[in-house]
Structure formats: C-alpha cells, structure tokens
C-alpha cells in the first residue's frame, strides 16, 4: 500500500465531493462581481507581501480568480469574454468531474491542495506568480493522462485530442524551463507541478523502465536471430535444409545434431 493509499484509509471521509465544482462555482461569482468592481480581484490574489501584513484569505482565494491567459482560456477564443470565462469554467468542470469519477473525492482533494500548496511556495519562496494558472495545468495533464483522446473543439471549429494540447502545454513549459536563465523559476515550476509528479511521476517511471526493458530484450533477440536466408535446420548427413528440400521434416537427435527423416539414425532417439 502507498502513502496515498495509507492517507485515504485514514482521511478519507474528510473529503469534500464536488471540490471543483464548488471552486467554478466562486470562479464564476468573482467574475461577476469583478465586471461590477474590478478592483477586487487586486484583493484576491496571492501576494506574499500582503499576506505579511495579515491579509491571509490571500491563501485560498487567489483559486477563485478566473484565470485569463491560461491555456483553458486558449481554447475559447477572445480571453476575458464572458463566452471565454463561461466556456472555460465548463471546461474545468467536466475536467474536475473526470478525475473525481475515476480517483474519488479524496484522491482529487489531495492533489489539488499538493498543488495549492506547491503554489504557495512558488509564490512565497521563489517569488513566482503563477496564481492558478499552474494548478490548472497540473489539472489538464492528470485529465489528459486517464483521458488522452478526449476530444474539443479548439475556437469552436477544429475537433482537437486533448493529449496534443496537454503535449503542445508541456513543451512550451518545457522550453521556458529549459531556456530561461533563472534556477528560482524552474524550482518554483517544480513546486507548482509538485501534485502531478507525486501522483503520476511513479507511473512514469516504471512506463520509462519498462520501455527500456522491452527495447533491451528486442535488440538481444535480433543479436541472436538467425540472418535472413539462414536455415533454421540442416541435416549433418545430406546437408539438406528445409530452404532447399521444403517437403523434408527434420529432428533434433540426442546429440543434438539435426537430421532429416531419411538419415535419422535408428539407434539415436529424438529429442
């Protein structure tokens, strides 16, 4: 049994079902109540310098604001739109709903507090400010794990897998990690994607391992392969092979030599 399993056993009748449900729901609402006052999402976000000074509610609610930019928003089109908000939080949903039917409520609680708190570290040690915007990527590759072919339509026209867009999401993030000068940032991305290594970097692992084994066990077959045009049996008395004389049956005796029907030794039994 796993940690994850050990800590289901034990608190899993503290989990909230609908977690991601609920966190739409809040998105939504600060949507609206930011077209009415636009200064309250400066009141919501994660600031480390603020929260010194007592404002901790900026722990939580930074997950409520509706994350423009995000790769969710890319796919609806014109980010910041009512349509956009409206399609991305659907989208977030059926994704929460996913997860949470193939994990349950626990499994998904932990890993989106793993990744709120690997956010608030980035944030508070490494000065990243991804806001959401990682957690909900970390939500898109787990969804995009169990659910690769899923299809959308990317700006409402082009039917699109989501494996590609979780793919076309992790190289880019792969290059800014690879390309930017900057150990703070790639620590800091590590700690926002610190829920999808726990959950699945495991898995990746013995996928990897097993792979290689495969390949290894592949590459020792084709060393000991006969070559192509290579008779697999030649009679030791006539020189015959299957190749040449195709009607022949051929035996393996107990000295181990092969012989063909016709030379088989009366006093040497088969193998």
Not at 11 to 33: H, S, T, Y
Not at 56 to 80: D, E
Request: overall charge neutral; some cysteine.
């Amino acid at each position: 049994m796993n940690v994850i399993d050990f800590l289901e056993r034990r608190f899993g009748r503290f989990a909230i079902p609908g977690l991601v449900r609920m966190i739409v729901g809040l998105n939504l609402l600060v949507f609206l109540l930011g077209l009415v006052s636009p200064e309250l999402l400066s009141w919501l976000e994660l600031d480390p310098n603020a929260v010194f000074h007592g404002q901790i509610w900026r722990l939580v609610t930074y997950i409520f604001i509706p994350n423009y930019g995000s790769v969710f928003s890319a796919i609806f089109g014109q980010q910041g739109s009512a349509l956009d908000t409206a399609c991305s939080l659907a989208f977030l949903w059926m994704v929460g709903d996913s997860l949470e039917a193939v994990w349950g409520a626990f499994r998904l609680n932990l890993f989106y507090f793993i990744g709120m708190l690997g956010t608030t570290l980035a944030a508070f040690v490494f000065g990243a400010q991804f806001s959401n915007g990682m957690l909900n990527l970390s939500l898109l590759f787990a969804f995009a794990w169990h659910f690769p072919n899923t299809q959308i339509l990317f700006f409402f026209l082009f039917p699109l897998r989501v494996k590609w867009l979780a793919w076309f999401s992790a190289t880019v993030l792969l290059w800014q990690f690879l390309s930017l000068d900057s150990i703070s940032y790639r620590m800091a991305v590590i700690a926002s994607l610190a829920n999808f290594l726990i959950f699945f970097g495991p898995e990746t692992f013995a996928r990897l391992r097993q792979r290689n084994q495969v390949a290894g066990r592949r590459r020792e077959f084709e060393k000991t392969a006969l070559p192509e045009g290579e008779p697999l049996h030649r009679c030791v008395v006539c020189q015959r092979t299957e190749l040449s004389n195709p009607e022949l049956d051929f035996r393996v005796a107990r000295d181990g030599n092969d012989y063909c029907l016709e030379h088989l030794r009366s006093d040497v039994h088969s193998g």
